[in-house]
């Protein structure tokens, strides 16, 4: 099995965002079965670059991170 490009994951995890609905780092890792590092890279190039908006979820110890499109 061949290893996939950041390049890959960001175009899987656009076409994941694409349906409206927001997801959280670990979701959306395990959807593209990816590791939540790679994920968390991706997130903030896409955030930065104004692709992608991140709102606060549930809070327990730590706060959740919700993801989806602009």
Do not use: H, P
Request: proline share 0%.
């Amino acid at each position: 099995m061949s290893r996939r490009t950041i390049l890959d994951v960001a175009e899987e995890l656009l076409k994941l965002l694409s349906d409206e609905k927001q997801y959280s780092v670990q979701a959306i890792s395990t959807e593209l079965k990816c590791q939540w590092r790679t994920t968390i890279k991706v997130l903030e190039f896409l955030k930065r670059i104004n692709l992608v908006k991140e709102t606060e979820g549930k809070t327990t110890y730590k706060t959740e991170r919700l993801f989806s499109l602009k």
